[in-house]
């Protein structure tokens, strides 16, 4: 673009050094909070007392930090689900969608076993638990897979496949739990029924068992892509298709892990979530709203840059951000759906960031003789 | 008698890019009516000046003049106002659209509704002017290459081009499609009068086409001269800049046994047409065997079918007598076989990667690598720092990513990457392909050394000079299959050209 | 039957609008995968103005208007900064999924306006898309500036070399894609269902986007799969009027979906690529660099 005798382009950047990726991700995050509040003028108190609540009650009180800590990991799942596929360069959006198939098949196990009507299980409940985490995992691989299969050998968009069963997915929930006989709750209020006390999940200070899972998922994931040759296959496969095919590796295969992988963890985040969680432990008519929250996991993959560790702090604030939002959303009486403004905000502040990382604006003055120049290529002969 | 005024004249033309000057003052007299040969090498500048005429880049100093009138050019669109066309050295066609569709695209005339059956009828009175024979309705990837440029000259002519430039046009036909070329050319100067402008490094297309000739070099004009009084000799050193001698390899070295047997190998290309025909060859070890040809005769199919990179339509292929036509890329690498693809920035290399994890591309199969699935990182950074230094590979250090090399030292990476393994068997597609001199010689040297190791190298190059001074046998390559596969003492430029062209061994010996 | 047929070719109108933008950026060799977002930010704008001004004009105005403001960004994402398509697509779905929300909540519930007249029973949407079809078709494959589109979408660099002026065709392209799926965003929000509610559009975008691959890039096919799929939608929603009974309404929810998921797989067989192979731009989805 011209300006007089001088012009502005875009540049591209040379490579940055690694402080410049941490730093654009705090200020991704800081732009999306500012212009968050934006949300919060309709409150009587104004922005910064409405971030006080939020925080406050995300991180200082001791209800809200365990309520915090419960979505975390909720969204870490979520957060590997996405994160996985992009590293081959595929985008699994059909994290909703896994979810519910995991949150299906946990509650169908007890139900398989019988183990939901009477008060003392055939089997130990460790053992059944540890069936409804493996259930969880392997339907939401399943659909996951079944995404990753037809993207690979028949090159169908995967975006497309997943958001439909997306929507497949979310109407069978609703049959399941409005229809569906020995699978809806005792009360005829559209959810399913209740897991009996014996499955309840083991709780460490409230917190269960699947945050060691999702951490130790982070630890796994880091290795897995930086020093494993798995994991060196995929990333090579997401950033040159054609030079990974030369150097011998083979996308069907691969396209079709990364989506069992993620689609494996999408399907534990809906086991942590319906039967993990205390107070919950059913599958609630307001499912969907969990569906919606799994792309938050979208989001802080793409702001982790694909690193799982790094993406651990960052689900730990959102999961606050959400919560919190929440709740002064009730304290404030805001219209419904602060929450997933801030989603929407964040992806606009991360796109920008992006912009900001890769390129820079120049300023040029216009050499003299030439008039309006554009720019070239390289030389050729 | 004074000089006629000249058509298109240019003085004092300058063009810097970044780290490079591409033109130096040059001046350029373009006469009416006459055939006006721009000769020089690689990197000369007569593309960059070529397009400067056609206003698709500025010049930082320089005046240009049309008819006496000054002019400047800010972009095709004027240029072609002012009746200068241009057929680049790559096709500007839409593949998928007619060749109608083709030569209306874009055209000032063509506002609004596009009426096509008056188009059609306007350009069919062009073509009968002119005298071509073309199918209007034909969709562009039909056509073969030779047609698809006579597309863009009729492209040129339907929008008033007074003056044609034509830049490299030959690099891409056979033999005969150049006569014929020529031969149009000839008759459209004689007859229409248009003037064209001839971009090319080949001399005898200049001697034979052009009445004048300007010889740029290193960006500068060294000569100007009508071609009646020039010789090959003085436009060579001219061109060149000094008497080179070129040095062919030395026979001396006797090949091992036999390793690669390939019998009627044949292979479809991504549009399912069937590219390769039937091959059969088969090569020691420590002999270089060069596919001739232009490209687009089945070359790329050829390679890929080597590597593993596509199925083989029929035929069979052994190694060393192993059966490996149906076998994984990844499996041949283990095997031996090492492959180095055309494009290098695209295919053979990662841009986003560093150059330590490009090493990884062809090493992450390894067992002395890899140890219970994990890489070996020192092991592979200390691999790279090997291939840096042994291959001359300028880069601050390993870790930077390879998108920050020049493309001369991105092959260098890449053979050197390529040829740690020690392949038996080394598969070359355009190795030096877009590469400065030094590079270029480099990359020959190298090859030289890896069959005087005693791998065996299957060379496809478009240049006869390089095919003829590396290989042992040659074969030249014409709609997917060999014309004969020749030992060095019998290949010579003639024959082999010939063959190219598609003429049978026994005409071709006959010439 | 008649009202059945009538709702079917309605509700294909919201597949059709949006396809028919997204067909005509994608002939330029722009793709957009957010094509939901923009109908979802399109219907809400047109449901909010709509409601508070309580005039239909205006309340489509503000949805194409926002279609083409997003339109204009994903070009501006795509095309200048040369950025990954699917990047920028999917970042303005998430934008508009959860900014819509949080807009539209105050707004639940239905349009308070009377209801848009119909032609016996027809909307008028549906001759409009039908109009719009062929003015499409006719642009495309009559006109210069459809030579131009297509071909700035097969070969950008030859369509430059032509004296095309690739980025402004580029330009142009996506946002009309962006105002026709604004369109189609208040075309539901303001008729086929005119009642606020977060995520309206349940996948459609997404649907209408398979669409268009579906359609090898040509209107009338686009037509024919838009109303096909209309009428699917239409069944599911009502299936006692052809199956009664015989499977849970929830169940046929997931018809329409479903569909389409063989329908993508069989247009991705080698009999089909072979054909659609050749009808795809060929530049789709890369980003020009000139020079």
Same mark, same amino acid.
Not at chain 2, 477 to 484: D, K, L, N, V
Not at chain 3, 115 to 138: C, D, Q
């Given at each position: ?141 399943? $659909? ?20 439909? $069963? ?44 699947? +945050? ?149 604006? +120049? ?19 | ?31 009416? /009516? ?27 100093? /320089? ?82 290459? /030779? ?59 200049? *001697? ?30 001219? *061109? ?45 070890e420590g002999e270089v065997l060069g596919v001739a040809g232009v490209t687009g005769n089945g070359q790329e199919e050829l390679a890929q079918v080597l590597a593993g990179l596509r199925p083989a339509a029929g035929g069979r292929l052994r190694l060393d007598g192993l059966d490996v036509t149906h076998l994984s890329p990844l499996d041949r690498w283990r095997l031996g076989v090492g492959y180095i693809p055309a494009e290098r920035a695209e295919v053979a290399s990662i841009a986003a990667f560093s150059l330590v994890e490009n090493t990884t591309l062809n090493y992450h199969f390894d067992p002395a690598y890899t140890r219970r699935g994990l890489l070996?990182?020192? /092991? ?118 010939? *063959?190219?062209?598609?003429?049978? *061994? ?6 | ?291």
């Open positions: 673009m011209r300006l007089g005798r001088h012009e502005i382009t875009l540049d591209p950047r040379p490579t940055l050094r690694p402080i410049y990726t941490v730093l654009t991700a705090v200020v991704a995050i800081v732009v999306a909070l500012a212009l968050s509040s934006v949300l919060f003028l309709s409150a009587e108190t104004g922005p910064f007392s409405a971030y006080r609540i939020v925080f406050s009650y995300a991180f200082f009180n001791p209800r809200g930090f365990l309520a915090t800590t419960h979505r975390a990991i909720y969204l870490l799942f979520a957060t590997y689900a996405f994160l996985v596929p992009l590293r081959a360069g595929l985008w699994n959006i059909g994290l909703p969608g896994q979810v519910f198939a995991g949150a299906l098949a946990s509650f169908a196990v007890p139900l398989a076993l019988r183990a939901a009507e009477s008060p003392t299980p055939a089997l130990p409940p460790v053992l059944i638990i540890g069936l409804m985490v493996a259930a969880a995992a392997a339907a939401g691989g399943v $659909l996951g897979g079944f995404a990753g299969i037809l993207r690979a050998r028949l090159q169908v968009n995967e975006i497309l496949v997943t958001m439909m $069963l997306n929507s497949i997915l979310f109407w069978l929930v609703s049959y399941m739990i409005k229809e569906g006989g020995v699978f809806m709750g005792a009360t005829a209020e559209g959810e399913s029924f209740s897991l009996p006390p014996s499955l309840y999940a083991p709780l460490l200070r409230g917190v269960p068992f699947t +945050a060691v899972l999702a951490l130790l998922a982070a630890v796994f994931l880091d290795l897995l892509f930086a020093k494993t040759a798995l994991g060196y296959r995929i990333r090579a496969l997401g950033e040159n298709p054609a030079a990974a095919r030369y150097g011998g590796i083979i996308p069907v295969t691969l396209s079709l892990m990364v989506f069992l992988l993620g689609g494996a963890f999408a399907g534990l985040a809906g086991y942590h979530y319906f039967a993990a969680l205390p107070g919950v432990y059913k599958i609630p008519g307001n499912y969907g709203y969990y569906g919606d929250l799994a792309f938050y996991g979208i989001i802080s993959a793409l702001i982790a840059r694909g690193s799982s560790l790094g993406a651990v702090p960052i689900a730990v604030l959102f999961a606050g951000l959400s919560l919190g939002a929440r709740f002064a959303q009730g304290a404030l009486h805001l219209p419904f759906g602060v929450d997933y403004a801030l989603l929407g905000l964040l992806m606009m502040t991360f796109v920008g960031s992006q912009v900001v990382y890769n390129f820079r604006l +120049a300023w040029r003055r216009v050499p003299s003789e030439a008039a309006s120049s554009m720019t070239t290529g390289m030389p050729e002969a | 008698m004074t000089a006629p005024e000249p058509l298109l004249a240019a003085r004092g033309i300058s063009k810097r890019f970044p780290g490079v000057v591409a033109l130096d003052h040059v001046d350029l007299d373009v006469r009416a /009516g006459e055939v006006h040969a721009i000769l020089g090498q690689n990197g000369a500048g007569k593309t960059t000046l070529m397009n400067i005429l056609f206003g698709l880049v500025q010049p930082d100093e /320089g005046t240009l003049t049309l008819d006496g009138r000054r002019v400047r050019f800010r972009s095709p669109h004027d240029a072609l106002a002012q009746g200068i066309g241009m057929v680049h050295q790559t096709r500007r066609l839409v593949s998928a659209h007619t060749v109608l569709e083709n030569i209306v695209l874009g055209h000032p005339r063509a506002r609004g509704f596009l009426n096509l059956r008056r188009a059609r009828a306007d350009v069919e009175t062009l073509c009968n002017r002119y005298g071509f024979r073309v199918d209007l309705g034909a969709r562009v990837w039909q056509l073969s290459e /030779g047609g698809r440029q006579w597309v863009e000259i009729l492209k040129a002519l339907y929008r008033g081009a007074r003056i044609l430039i034509l830049d490299e046009p030959t690099s891409v036909l056979t033999p005969p499609e150049v006569r014929t070329l020529l031969a149009g050319l000839q008759a459209l100067v004689r007859d229409q009068g248009v003037t064209v402008l001839l971009v090319t490094h080949k001399l005898p297309i200049v *001697m034979t086409a052009s009445r004048r000739v300007t010889v740029l070099r290193s960006g500068r004009v060294v000569a100007r001269l009508p071609t009646a009084e020039a010789t090959e000799e003085v436009l060579i050193q001219h *061109m060149i800049g000094r008497d080179v001698a070129f040095r062919s390899v030395g026979r001396s070295h006797t090949a091992g046994r036999p390793l690669l047997e390939v019998e009627h190998l044949a292979a479809f290309n991504d549009k399912g047409l069937l590219a390769l025909r039937g091959v059969t060859f088969g090569l020691r070996d990182d020192t /092991g592979l950074a200390q691999l790279t720092q090997r291939i840096l230094s042994a291959y001359n590979v300028k880069a601050p250090h390993e870790y930077v990513r390879a998108q920050h090399l020049s493309g001369g030292n991105l092959q260098k990476l890449i053979l050197g990457r390529v040829l740690s393994r020690h392949p038996r068997l080394l598969i070359a597609h355009l190795p030096t392909q877009g590469l400065d001199v030094e590079a270029t010689a480099f990359v020959r040297s190298t090859l030289l050394d890896a069959r005087a190791s005693g791998a065996a190298v299957v060379l496809i190059s478009e240049d006869l000079d390089e095919i003829l001074s590396l290989s042992d046998w040659v074969a030249p390559i014409y709609e997917g299959r060999f014309g004969a596969v020749l030992p060095h003492d019998e290949a010579d430029a003639e024959t082999v050209g010939a *063959m190219m062209a598609g003429l049978p *061994m026994r005409e071709a010996g006959a010439r | 039957m008649w009202e059945l047929l009538a709702r079917s070719l309605e509700a294909s109108t919201i597949f059709l609008f949006a396809g028919l933008g997204e067909l005509i950026n994608q002939r330029s060799g722009v793709l957009n995968v957010g094509l939901e977002g923009l109908m979802l930010f399109g219907g809400t704008a047109a449901f909010i103005a709509a409601q508070t001004t309580g005039s239909y004009p205006l309340g489509f105005l503000a949805g194409l208007a926002i279609g083409a403001v997003l339109g204009l960004a994903h070009g501006f994402f795509s095309i200048t900064l040369r950025g990954d398509q699917v990047v920028s697509g999917m970042g303005l779905w998430i934008l508009s999924f959860g900014l819509t929300t949080y807009l539209g909540s105050a707004y639940t519930g239905p349009l308070g306006l009377p209801r848009i007249p119909t032609v016996a029973g027809l909307s008028p949407f549906f001759p409009l898309g039908v109009a719009l079809v062929a003015a499409g078709w006719l642009v495309l494959f009559r006109t210069s500036l459809g030579l131009a589109i297509r071909s700035a979408g097969e070969n950008p660099g030859a369509a430059e070399a032509s004296g095309v002026p690739v980025t402004a065709i580029r330009y142009l392209c996506v946002t009309f894609g962006g105002v026709l799926a604004g369109l189609s965003g208040a075309a539901y929000t303001l008729s086929y269902n005119p009642v606020w509610n977060y995520n309206f559009l349940m996948g459609w975008g997404f649907v209408s986007l398979a669409l268009v691959f579906f359609s090898m890039w040509n209107p009338w096919i686009l037509l024919a799969g838009a109303s096909l799929f209309g009428m699917m939608w239409q069944l599911s929603l009502s299936p006692e009027l052809v199956l009664p009974g015989v499977l849970s309404r929830y169940i046929w929810r997931t018809v329409p979906f479903a569909i389409t998921i063989p329908i993508l797989i069989v247009i991705s067989t080698s009999w089909f690529r072979t054909r659609w192979g050749l009808a795809r731009p060929e530049a789709l989805g890369r980003p020009y660099v000139k020079g």
